[in-house]
């Protein structure tokens, strides 16, 4: 463009320059810097059985239903179908049962959730999330539930490695599709797009990649969160390398994308420096020296000339080795418009004490960092200690702490453990590890996927069924920079693949009885090579033996399950133990409900016939807590989950009365189709309260996703 430009200088006929510089700026238009790739490739999911099929609907026959290529329903006719390809065109007939639903995205969609059991272990804590389903349509769904209210999104998406590590519209991508990364980038947009509305203005999201997207994501997290930070940590997982030709990869990244002026520390560990021993592996840092700040300034601006009021005698008894007081500061004297500096006598006592002055290590006047008030109260305080004397500069050595450990000690978090015979300060200590900046790369054993990912996924599902899952302690630490100090995050992990995040999340909760939330996402994909076997045993997508093998089924739910229980599927104790060497089989006092996302008819659901798929997010919403009530009335309400719901207008003022007083209830929801009467009943109570107007509220979001 710049050639252009200059080109178009050269030009002499103003005309013709005029008319080549609009078509010039058009085509700049046009052309921006960062990722161009293809934004509009279709996208589909198969969503299983359903009951109401209509001629339109689109379908696959349920042998087909991994190859990629949909159908239109023309017509029903008694058990049998007829559907019309949409990649050659022609008809066939198939018997109704055979046929699965197909989901464009874009197309008006309306979920919602069916519980799948819960495991439940203690009365007080609210409950954790696991989701069954397309992440995409459950994003969506999330959006109507917890909009801004995110603290963390932690995903782990596919890695695209041309290996056939996902799937798009149901066929693994691998590497001899052309459009792979376009692709790949189209689904992580869409999805991107969706999490972005879920995030707190404080939220922060985290997204794990390895070489083969890591530069195409960053350019797209760029253009996503043009107003956010972004960072990237190296984590080495692999120790030992992976050798695919060229250099051994040891390490993945971790994209961190947070507000302007966010700091991520660790407790006593900034999981790059060495540590040594159960420190290393255990993440528990080492308990640092408490280190006192030398009295006289060095570096820049340590000249007396610089801050004249900061030269001044520090009184100490040589004698019990203790700094008494300051004397008055020296200044200079102005005689005629001139500055003279009198000149201190080294020899000579004050009151009695020996007077020691800020030497320079070349002889010149120095001075200190404390002003004189403010160092004899550190001194009648004993913090203020006497090192070793300097015969040749005629000075001692004098520290102070600074004024972060002071306000330390106030907090609790430092504690004097050691005075002199004058009550001077001589030893300080942590009580607990300090915080340490973390680093951008980060290495410590506990990381090693294949000891603490592989191997320990495996001591909880009895076998290693799973290919390349995370170390717990990574994710654990990686979640920790960001929640470590908010204990009753929620956290999002739509990518949950074997459920590493929610299983560190108990380990961040058992760590400081915190009350964090985690929702993971995952699908029920299975295998290409498990597909295979499938099929050739007759087992076809929809089949209770091929969903059993699937992700979810045979991978998330029962790792989760295990690590809260301490048992494995089978009933047997997880055998192993965590690196505060507690036994797994102890588990966790968690609790954790499982659900299905379920494709819902709007008439139905206008009509008020799916309410039971609605209930779950009303329960979400208000906070996952407690045991949902059965529906029995015109209205129900309870104040231990947190929400309220009125079926039947007419027992409006029996709801009023019975909701009175009742502040543990957050949430309201109204079944009504009347505007006014939502609009006044819900002046009448929802003082304070998140409101709802049912079910119009909820079709209108779903509606309004398809214009996203």
């Not at 807590?625 to 989950?641: A, Y």
């Amino acid at each position: 463009m710049a050639k252009l430009e200059q080109l178009l200088e050269d030009v002499s006929d103003a005309k013709l320059r005029a008319e080549l510089e609009a078509e010039v700026a058009a085509l700049k238009g046009r052309t921006r810097f960062g990722l161009v790739y293809e934004r509009h490739l279709p996208e589909t999911v198969v969503v299983g059985d359903r009951d109401g099929l209509k001629p339109g609907d689109h379908v696959r026959p349920r042998e087909e239903a991994n190859n990629g290529h949909d159908f239109r329903l023309v017509d029903i006719d008694g058990d049998q179908a007829t559907i019309l390809s949409l990649k050659d065109g022609k008809e066939r007939q198939v018997p109704v049962a055979d046929l699965l639903t197909v989901r464009r995205f874009g197309d008006p969609t309306d979920v919602g959730l069916t519980p799948l059991g819960a495991t439940t272990r203690s009365e007080e804590r609210p409950y954790h999330a696991v989701i069954d389903g397309e992440n995409f349509h459950v994003l969506q769904l999330l959006t109507f539930v917890y909009q801004r209210q995110v603290d963390l999104i932690y995903i782990d998406p596919p890695y695209n490695t041309g290996a056939k590590d996902w799937t798009y519209n149901n066929r693994f991508v691998d590497a001899n599709d052309a459009y792979r990364h376009s692709k790949w980038l189209s689904m992580m947009e869409k999805r991107l797009k969706l999490a972005k509305r879920l995030l707190k203005p404080d939220g922060v999201l985290i997204v794990t990649i390895d070489e083969h997207e890591v530069h195409h994501l960053g350019l797209l997290l760029e253009e996503l969160f043009p107003d956010r930070n972004r960072q990237m940590v190296t984590i080495v997982i692999n120790p030992k390398g992976v050798t695919q030709g060229g250099l051994s990869r040891v390490e993945e990244h971790a994209i961190f994308v947070y507000p302007e002026g966010m700091l991520f520390e660790g407790r006593g560990d900034d999981l790059l420096t060495p540590q040594k021993g159960k420190a290393q592996a255990n993440g528990a840092g080492k308990m640092p020296r408490v280190r006192w700040q030398g009295l006289l300034h060095s570096g820049e601006g340590a000249r007396r000339q610089d801050r004249p009021n900061m030269f001044y005698p520090v009184l100490i008894d040589e004698e019990k080795g203790a700094v008494v007081r300051a004397g008055e500061p020296l200044l200079p004297v102005e005689t005629n418009g001139d500055k003279e500096w009198p000149e201190p006598d080294l020899d000579a006592k004050i009151d009695g004490y020996t007077a020691v002055w800020p030497v320079r290590s070349d002889g010149s006047w120095g001075r200190w960092y404390l002003g004189h008030k403010t160092l004899t109260e550190y001194a009648k305080k004993g913090y203020v200690a006497l090192g070793g004397h300097d015969p040749e500069r005629k000075t001692w050595a004098l520290s102070y702490p600074y004024r972060a450990i002071l306000k330390q000690v106030a907090e609790g978090v430092i504690e004097v453990a050691g005075y002199d015979e004058e009550r001077n300060v001589v030893q300080m200590r942590y009580v607990e590890a300090p915080t340490r900046r973390l680093k951008t790369v980060w290495h410590r054993t506990r990381h090693d996927a294949g000891a603490y990912g592989a191997d320990l996924l495996g001591d909880f599902l009895g076998a290693r069924i799973f290919p390349f899952p995370k170390s717990l302690y990574a994710t654990r630490d990686t979640l920790a920079a960001v929640v470590g100090d908010k204990p009753d995050a929620l956290i999002l992990d739509f990518f949950a693949g074997s459920g590493t995040t929610l299983h560190a999340t108990l380990l961040l909760n058992h760590e400081d009885a915190g009350r964090r939330r985690c929702i993971l996402v995952t699908n029920n994909e299975v295998d290409p090579e498990t597909r295979a076997k499938l099929k050739r045993e007759g087992h076809l997508r929809g089949t209770p033996e091929y969903e059993a093998r699937g992700i979810f089924e045979a991978v998330t739910r029962p790792r989760v399950e295990a690590a809260i229980t301490g048992k494995r599927k089978d009933g047997s104790d997880a055998p192993g133990a965590y690196l505060d060497e507690r036994p797994y089989a102890e588990g966790f006092d968690e609790n954790v409900e499982f659900f299905r996302l379920d494709y819902l008819d709007g008439e139905e659901v206008e009509l008020g016939a799916c309410f039971d798929a609605v209930h779950p997010l009303l329960w979400l919403a208000a906070g996952g807590r407690g045991e949902r009530p059965e529906v029995d009335g015109p209205f129900l309400i309870n104040p231990d989950c947190g929400y309220a719901v009125l079926f039947e207008e007419d027992a409006f003022r029996d709801f009023e009365e019975a909701l009175a007083g009742q502040d543990a209830v957050t949430h309201v929801a109204f079944v009504t189709d009347s505007e006014e009467a939502y609009a006044e009943m819900r002046e009448r109570v929802g003082a304070g309260r998140e409101t709802l107007m049912l079910y119009r509220d909820f079709l209108r979001h779903y509606r309004r996703q398809v214009r996203l």
